[in-house]
C-alpha cells in the first residue's frame, strides 16, 4: 500500500483511452497557451461552502479550543476590525487637519502681507505649489497601486455583492489609500476623506481575518479558520460598516450602508456582529480624538470625524417665530429634492462623460500622463479658488457667535476676512479658505447672511471642479462635496425665499441641511442609510422625516435620467454586478434560455494528463463530476417494447429536456426563422432596391448566423469561422434561382445535425462539482494512485492543505508538475461537491436570479428530472446584458413562429 502511494510520481506510462478522446472533445483547440486564454477580469466569490470529504472530516474533527471557541475568535476579530479602522480614521484625520493647517497658515501669513504689499501673485504662487506638490505625492500612490483611486465605494459595493474585484482588499491598496487621501484633501482637491476610509476599514476587515500577510510573509499564523469567501465577506461587511461609523460618527447608518449599498447576503447574526464592529470603531475615533483633538483623554462624547453641529434657533430668535422646520417648510423641502435630483442627474451626466473620456484617451497613456492631469486639476482649483476670495467676494457683518459642536464658537475662528474691515468677513473666503467640513457648518449655522451672488458662484465653481475631480488618479471621496455643494444651493433656495419671497420665519440652516440631503441623494441614490447617517450626524430625530421625504423625491427624479453615480462607474468598469432583483421583463425566459451548454466535464476518475490538459485550456472555477448513460438508456429502450410503454415511461421522454433537445430547439427555432424568410421572399419579390438591399441583408445575416453557429460548434477556430461566409453568400445565391431546393437542403442539413447533436451532446448523469483551486492543489500535492492499484491507495489530504494557499491559489502553470506521471488516476469523488445548488431547466430566469444573488453563488447547475446535466448558469449570464440579448431572441423567435404558424394555416 505504501509503495503504491509512494509511486504515484514514477509510475510506468500508458496507452491513451478512451477516456481521454472524451474530455479533450470538450476543449477548445483555439490555443493551449496560457496568455492567449481568454479571461474574465472580474469573476464571483464563492459564498457557497463546498462539502467535499476533507471539509465533512475538518468538521467532526474539530475537538480542539481553538475550534470548540471559533464563534469566540469571531467577535474578537470583529472587535479588532473596528478598533483598527478607528485607528486608520484617526491617523487619517490627524494629518489631514496637520497639513492643511501647516498649508492654511503660510498662505494666510502671506496674504496678510502681500495685502499691504499688494504681491498676491506671491500668495497664489505659494498656494498653487504647495497644492501642486501635495496632489503629486497622493497620484503617485495610486500610480503605484491603481484601484486607490476614487472613493472605493464602488470597488466595495461589488466585493460585497459577490463579484472578485483583483487588488481590491490588499494591504499595498490600504497604505496608498490611507496616505494618498491624506495629500488630496491636503492639496485643496475638492475631495472628501469619508469614502476611503469606508474602503480603508473594508481592507482591515478582509485583512486581519486571515491571520497572515502575503506582503510581510513572517505574519502567518496557523489559523485556518477564517480563510473562505464566506467569511471574509462577512467580515468586509463589518469593515465597510466601521468605516461609516468612523467617518461619520453614525454606527447604525454604517450597518444600513453595508445593507444597502452591498451585501448580497444578510443574517440576523451578520447584523449584530456587523453593529458592534461599527460600534467599536465610533469608540476607538472617540477615546483617540478625546485627546489628540479635544485634550480630554476617556471624554467618549467627543463627535466624529463629520459632525454637523447643534441644530437650534439663534439666541435673538428663540420667541415662537423661529421653528426649525414646519408643515410648509415640507412643502418647499420636497421641491428642493426635485430640484436636487435632477441637479444630481446633471452630475452623474457630466461626470460619466468625463469618465469615458479618460477611458479612452487619458487611462490608456502612461501612468505619468494621469499624475500629471491630477496636478492640472489641482493647479486650476486652487487658482479659481484664490482668484474668487480674493475677488468676487462680499464683506458680511459678523452677528455673533454660532454654535458649533455643542459650545459656543466665536465666528473669528473660522471666518477669513480678506480685505474686509473689522466687523465683517469675506463670505467667499469663508467657503474657499476653510476645511469643507468647516465650510459646511458655516453654512449650517453661520448667522451672517451669505450673499446670492457668492452663493451661486461658489455653487457653479464647486460644482464642475468636484466633478472634474471625481475619477482623477486620486484617492478621492464624494459624500462632503456633495454635502457642501448642496448645502450651498440649499441655502441660497432659504436666502431667495427670504428675501424676495417674504418667507420670513425660517431657519436658514435647515434649508441647507435639505439641500445637501437633496444634492447627495441626488448623486448617489440611496436612501436607508443616507437618512440615519444623516439625523446620526446632526443628533437631531425632528430632522427624520423631511430628510427622508428629500431623499426619495431626489432618487425618483434623478432616476428618470439616469443611475447613481456609484452604478454608473460600476457599469463603465464592466464589472458583472447584480441587482436586488431581475428586471420583470425577464419572467419570459426559462433557465435553459440563458444557460451555458458547452461543458467541460471531468470524470470520478480521470487521468492525470486529461486535468492537466483541461486546467491549462479553460479557466473555469468548477467542473461537472459525470458520468455517461448513454448505453444504460440504449438498453433500456431495448428492453422495453415501444408499444407496451407505460404512461410513466411516455410522460418522462416527452418532458425530460436532455442536453441534445436543448440543442435541437435551438438550432431548429434559427432553422425556422431562416426557412420562413426563405418561404416568404420566394412569394415576394422587393419593390425597391432599398427593400431589396435590405431583404439581402437580413437573409445573409440570417444563413450566416445558423451556419457559423454549427461551425463554432464543431470547431472553434477563427478560420472555420471565415471560410463559412462564402458559403452563406452561395447559399443566398442558389435560393435566389431555386428557392425550393434550397429549403429541402437546409431540412437535410437539419437531420444530419441531429444525428451530430445527440452524439456530441449526448446525456451526462451529474454527480458533483470540483473546484478549480482544489484540482491544483491535488496535482501540487500529487494526490493519484497507479492504475493497477485501487483507489483507496491514493494519497489522502486534509482540508486545510486544500485552502493553504488561499486567496491567492497557484495557477496551473506556475506549479511543478514534473515529478506526477500524467499516466497515474486521480480519484475526484473524495474531494467533489455532491451537493451543489441546482435548478431544473424550466426554472424561471426571475427565479434563478434571486438564488443565485442571495445565496451568494459563483455556478448554478441545471439539471433535469433524470439527474443529466444540462448546462451551467454563471454570473455573465445574469448580467442586464445577457438577459437583454436572450430576450431579445427569445421574442423574434415567437414571433417568427407565430408567422410560421399563420402561413402553414
Not at 427 to 453: R, V
Request: charged share 20%.
Amino acid at each position: 500500500m505504501s509503495q503504491a502511494r509512494r509511486c504515484c510520481c514514477c509510475a510506468q506510462s500508458d496507452e491513451d483511452d478512451e477516456e481521454m478522446s472524451h474530455i479533450v472533445d470538450t476543449i477548445s483547440q483555439t490555443s493551449t497557451r496560457h496568455a492567449n486564454l481568454p479571461r474574465k477580469d472580474y469573476e464571483s466569490l464563492d459564498y457557497d461552502v463546498c462539502y467535499s470529504k476533507p471539509y465533512l472530516d475538518m468538521t467532526e474533527a474539530r475537538n480542539t479550543w481553538s475550534s470548540r471557541h471559533l464563534e469566540l475568535f469571531r467577535w474578537i476579530v470583529t472587535f479588532s476590525i473596528g478598533i483598527c479602522t478607528g485607528l486608520v480614521a484617526v491617523f487619517i484625520d490627524y494629518f489631514v487637519r496637520l497639513l492643511s493647517k501647516l498649508k492654511f497658515g503660510t498662505v494666510e501669513d502671506s496674504i496678510l502681507q502681500c495685502s499691504q504689499d499688494g504681491c498676491l501673485v506671491i500668495s497664489l504662487l505659494i498656494i498653487v505649489a504647495i497644492d501642486a506638490a501635495f496632489v503629486f505625492i497622493a497620484s503617485s500612490l495610486v500610480a503605484i497601486e491603481p484601484i486607490a483611486g476614487g472613493s472605493g465605494i464602488p470597488e466595495i459595493k461589488c466585493y460585497l455583492n459577490g463579484i472578485k474585484v483583483p487588488h481590491v482588499v490588499r494591504l499595498k491598496t490600504l497604505i496608498s489609500k490611507a496616505v494618498g487621501v491624506l495629500f488630496s484633501v491636503a492639496g485643496g482637491l475638492f475631495v472628501g476623506k469619508e469614502g476611503p476610509m469606508i474602503h480603508s476599514g473594508a481592507i482591515v476587515g478582509a485583512g486581519i481575518p486571515q491571520f497572515q500577510s502575503i506582503t510581510f510573509r513572517k505574519l502567518n499564523f496557523n489559523f485556518p479558520y477564517f480563510r473562505t469567501d464566506r467569511d471574509k465577506r462577512d467580515f468586509v461587511s463589518g469593515g465597510a460598516a466601521a468605516g461609516v461609523a468612523a467617518a461619520f460618527g453614525s454606527p447604525i447608518g454604517g450597518v444600513l450602508f453595508s445593507l444597502e449599498e452591498g451585501s448580497s447576503f444578510w443574517n440576523q447574526a451578520l447584523t449584530w456582529r456587523t453593529f458592534f464592529c461599527a460600534m467599536s470603531a465610533t469608540f476607538c475615533l472617540n477615546f483617540m480624538l478625546s485627546g489628540l483633538v479635544h485634550n480630554k483623554w476617556g471624554a467618549l462624547d467627543q463627535p466624529g470625524l463629520i459632525n454637523f453641529g447643534i441644530f437650534t434657533c439663534p439666541e435673538s430668535n428663540t420667541d415662537s417665530t423661529c421653528n426649525l422646520w414646519t408643515a410648509y417648510d415640507l412643502l418647499l423641502f420636497i421641491v428642493m429634492g426635485l430640484g436636487g435630483g435632477l441637479l444630481g442627474a446633471l452630475f452623474n451626466f457630466i461626470n460619466s462623460h468625463l469618465t469615458v473620456y479618460r477611458y479612452r484617451h487619458v487611462n490608456a497613456r502612461p501612468r505619468y500622463v494621469r499624475v500629471l492631469e491630477s496636478v492640472l486639476i489641482a493647479v486650476v482649483t486652487t487658482s479659481i479658488a484664490f482668484v474668487a476670495a480674493m475677488t468676487l467676494g462680499e464683506c458680511k457683518d459678523i452677528k455673533g457667535p454660532a454654535i458649533i459642536n455643542g459650545s459656543n464658537a466665536e465666528i473669528g475662528e473660522s471666518v477669513r476676512t480678506y480685505f474686509c474691515e473689522n466687523g465683517t468677513y469675506n463670505d467667499m473666503a469663508t467657503l474657499f479658505f476653510n476645511s469643507q467640513e468647516t465650510a459646511i457648518k458655516q453654512l449650517f449655522h453661520q448667522q451672517g447672511t451669505f450673499s446670492l451672488p457668492s452663493l451661486a458662484i461658489f455653487f457653479v465653481f464647486f460644482f464642475f471642479l468636484s466633478c472634474w475631480t471625481y475619477g482623477a488618479m486620486v484617492p478621492s471621496g464624494l459624500f462632503v462635496p456633495c454635502l457642501l455643494c448642496g448645502a450651498a444651493y440649499g441655502r441660497f433656495i432659504g436666502n431667495v425665499l427670504n428675501e424676495y419671497v417674504g418667507y420670513r420665519n425660517i431657519y436658514s440652516g435647515s434649508f441647507a441641511l435639505m439641500g445637501s440631503a437633496a444634492f447627495l441623494g441626488g448623486v448617489v441614490r440611496m436612501t436607508i442609510s443616507l437618512t440615519v447617517i444623516l439625523i446620526e450626524s446632526t443628533n437631531e430625530i425632528s430632522y427624520g422625516l423631511p430628510i427622508m421625504v428629500v431623499l426619495m423625491v431626489a432618487k425618483w427624479s434623478g432616476d428618470l435620467f439616469n443611475k447613481g453615480l456609484y452604478d454608473i462607474h460600476v457599469h463603465l468598469k464592466g464589472v458583472p454586478h447584480l441587482e436586488w432583483e431581475a428586471s420583470k421583463k425577464v419572467e419570459k425566459l426559462r433557465v435553459h434560455e440563458i444557460m451555458e451548454t458547452n461543458l467541460t466535464y471531468l470524470y470520478p476518475h480521470t487521468r492525470v494528463r486529461s486535468v492537466i490538459s483541461i486546467l491549462r485550456t479553460t479557466m473555469h472555477h468548477a467542473y461537472p463530476i459525470i458520468t455517461d448513460n448513454t448505453r444504460n438508456e440504449d438498453r433500456d429502450s431495448r428492453m422495453v417494447d415501444s408499444a407496451l410503454e407505460t404512461q410513466n415511461t411516455q410522460f418522462k421522454k416527452e418532458h425530460t429536456l436532455t442536453r441534445a433537445k436543448e440543442q435541437l430547439q435551438r438550432r431548429e427555432s434559427q432553422m425556422s426563422i431562416d426557412l420562413q424568410r426563405m418561404r416568404s421572399s420566394s412569394t415576394r419579390i422587393p419593390n425597391d432596391r432599398h427593400a431589396a438591399d435590405e431583404f439581402q441583408t437580413s437573409q445573409s445575416w440570417s444563413q450566416g448566423a445558423y451556419f457559423s453557429s454549427e461551425i463554432r460548434h464543431r470547431n472553434s477556430s477563427i478560420q472555420n469561422e471565415e471560410s463559412d461566409r462564402p458559403r452563406a453568400a452561395s447559399m443566398e445565391e442558389e435560393h435566389r434561382n431555386h428557392p425550393v431546393d434550397i429549403m429541402s437542403d437546409l431540412s437535410n442539413d437539419s437531420q444530419t445535425h441531429s444525428r451530430d447533436i445527440e452524439d456530441d451532446y449526448r446525456p451526462l448523469t451529474f454527480h458533483g462539482v470540483i473546484l478549480r483551486s482544489h484540482l491544483v492543489a491535488l496535482l501540487k500535492k500529487g494526490v493519484c494512485y497507479a492504475e493497477n492499484s485501487p483507489s483507496s491507495s491514493q494519497r489522502t489530504i486534509r482540508y486545510e492543505e486544500l485552502t493553504e494557499d488561499y486567496p491567492r491559489y497557484p495557477d496551473i502553470h506556475d506549479i511543478d508538475l514534473s515529478h506526477i506521471n500524467r499516466n497515474m488516476i486521480m480519484d475526484l469523488t473524495q474531494y467533489m461537491n455532491p451537493c451543489p445548488y441546482t435548478v431544473s431547466p424550466e426554472t424561471p430566469v426571475s427565479k434563478v436570479f434571486n438564488l443565485f444573488r442571495t445565496m451568494g453563488l459563483r455556478h448554478l447547475e441545471v439539471v433535469n428530472s433524470s439527474g443529466e446535466i444540462l448546462g451551467i448558469v454563471t454570473r455573465h449570464n445574469l448580467t442586464e446584458e445577457f438577459l437583454d440579448e436572450k430576450l431579445k431572441v427569445h421574442e423574434r423567435n415567437q414571433e417568427e413562429m407565430s408567422e410560421s404558424d399563420v402561413i402553414i394555416s
